[in-house]
């Protein structure tokens, strides 16, 4: 099984910032990589699709990147309504597998 | 507008069996892949199935491989997860998504395995 892996699990940053979170792959899963943002007590939501397409509706100051094995999400300047925690997903091969995830806070 | 609606959680005894549903409307539920997706209380997200657009292809982890069953009805535009011989660690929020990749989610039901 692939295993993703998320750092830093916690991370506080203060509006405006510029917020990089990391997702690595166990192997090679070339560019089958999404992120979603799961706010308290909502649903998952899709923001990056293969590794740097932006999902339709969601803000131009995130951006995905990366390819092989290391991939991030960058929140170009953090506004309130980001705080969430944010998991990486592979469907390069089964099983599909999600990082553990990245809880991101206000500081 | 994509709406997908999961019914059927509840409380069931170890064992037991439960059908989930996923009503699904604002696109044409026949021409997309499905899937599944859990979260125990307080833990991360897990897949746990996938079915082609037929219904003639179906993927699942061994954690739930040969007690789940995804299923779906493309003239009910309804997606549905037999889950049998549930057990407490099948307690989560069942997830209906959209896509392989799971590009819209419902907003969940809750199963709770427990004597």
């Known amino acids: 099984d692939i295993q993703m892996t998320q750092s830093p699990s916690l991370l506080s940053a203060s509006v405006g910032d510029r917020v990089t979170l990391s997702c690595k792959a166990s192997?090679?899963?070339?560019?089958?990589l999404n992120w979603y943002q799961q706010k308290l007590g909502e649903a998952p939501k899709l923001l990056i699709y293969?590794?740097?397409s932006l999902q339709t509706g969601i803000p131009s100051r995130f951006s995905g990147s990366g390819s092989g094995t290391d991939f991030t999400l960058t929140i170009s300047s953090l506004q309130p309504e980001d705080v969430a925690t944010y998991y990486c997903y592979q469907y390069n091969s089964g099983p599909y597998t999600f990082g553990a995830g990245t809880k991101l806070e206000l500081k | 507008e994509v709406q997908l609606v999961e019914s059927g959680g509840g409380l069931v005894q170890p064992g037991r069996s439960l059908k989930l549903s996923c009503a699904a409307s604002g696109f044409t539920f026949s021409n997309y892949y499905m899937a599944w997706v859990r979260q125990a209380p307080k833990k991360g997200l897990e897949w746990v199935a996938t079915i082609s657009t037929s219904g003639s292809r179906t993927y699942y982890p061994d954690s739930v491989k040969g007690r789940f069953t995804i299923s779906r009805d493309n003239a009910k535009s309804s997606l549905y997860l037999q889950m049998n011989s549930l057990k407490s660690e099948d307690t989560a929020t069942y997830y209906c998504?959209?896509?392989?990749?799971?590009?819209?989610w419902g907003p969940g039901t809750m199963v709770t395995v427990s004597s």
């Open positions: 293969y590794t740097n």
């Open positions: 192997q090679n899963i070339y560019k089958y």
């Open positions: 998504a959209r896509r392989e990749y799971f590009d819209f």
